[in-house]
């Protein structure tokens, strides 16, 4: 059954449902509820059958889901029942999740959560650097080194090896040379960042100091290097004149809840270099570089208006 609801918002309704089931769930978390319910129809799709994936969950008669849901509060307890539900959302019966399953992401062999960064340095040398809410699988033996990017952004910087390093994401597969290199995935396609070294992808070669889009194995778009995008691997959002809603949209992927703006502002420019560790800190600087207010309904519901 597809039901057109995008792996973001069914994950969304995940942590809403987590977060409703505990004991410190208030009435302003309540109210960041209804506003998220409010906002569009999509999430009201996820949030009902959510609802059904717990309901079926409580009734079924296996051990794991039984020692799951009699567990005590906990991170470990949390972060099972995230990959239940999630199981349940792509289920055969479920959501049909329009471009990936987010469960390879929970079985991965390293990920990140939500707002933080790991530093992986890898048997051959190689250092592997995941951004907030990324996860990538590592296969090394003696013919070939392989990276999956399963979702999210890594930052890859290859050691001299005799054996070919391939990349692969769900847009294509890479054949990097040593050297460093940043990949992100979006929806349809991923934007690799060659800052040194060089990526080849069937006899076409992307050079350092170049990026492109790679989509269905193919580069699309190649020009010049953006390297304020490898910015966040020193803990840094850096920017030049970009629109104030998809500042916002980058800052989100490091914060918990809802965060955005009203249209009126929207469209104004932002420059500058902000610490990804303290978002609060951005939010306050927001308020004197330019003519805005921050709203903050929860701290999981945030809204930027003008003054």
């Known amino acids: ?181 940043n990949v992100r995935q979006f929806e349809g396609y991923s934007l690799v960042s060659v800052f040194s070294g060089m990526a080849r992808l069937q006899g076409q070669v992307l050079l350092a100091g170049q990026q492109a889009r790679l989509a269905a194995g193919h580069w699309q778009g190649i020009g010049a290097l953006d390297r304020n995008i490898g910015a966040w691997v020193d803990g840094m959002l850096v920017v030049s004149q970009m629109r104030l809603g998809e500042f916002l949209a980058e800052l989100s992927r490091y914060r918990h809840g809802q965060l955005g703006c009203s249209e009126q502002v929207a469209g104004l420019r932002i420059s500058g270099s902000y610490p990804l560790d303290d978002s609060e800190r951005i939010l306050e600087m927001l308020e004197v570089a330019l003519p805005v207010r921050v709203r903050r309904f929860t701290r999981y519901w945030i809204k930027v208006e003008a003054v």
């Open 1 to 181: 059954m597809s039901t057109g609801i995008s792996p973001q918002v069914a994950e969304q309704a995940v942590h809403w449902l987590i977060e409703s089931q505990g004991a410190d769930f208030d009435p302003a978390q309540q109210q960041a509820l209804e506003h998220w319910l409010q906002a569009d129809g999509e999430h009201q799709r996820a949030w009902a059958h959510i609802q059904q994936v717990n309901q079926r969950l409580r009734g079924a008669t296996s051990p794991v889901v039984h020692a799951t849901l009699q567990a005590p509060p906990s991170p470990a307890r949390r972060r099972a029942l995230k990959a239940l539900l999630l199981a349940g959302v792509a289920s055969a019966t479920g959501l049909g999740l329009q471009s990936h399953n987010p469960l390879p992401g929970l079985m991965a062999d390293y990920r990140s959560p939500v707002g933080q960064r790991r530093r992986l340095p890898l048997d051959d040398g190689s250092l592997l650097r995941l951004n907030t809410r990324s996860a990538a699988d590592v296969r090394f033996d003696g013919q070939q080194r392989y990276v999956r990017l399963l979702e999210g952004e890594l930052s890859l910087d290859v050691a001299r090896d005799t054996r070919p390093l391939v990349l692969r994401s769900d847009d294509g597969s890479l054949h990097l040379d040593s050297g460093r290199f």
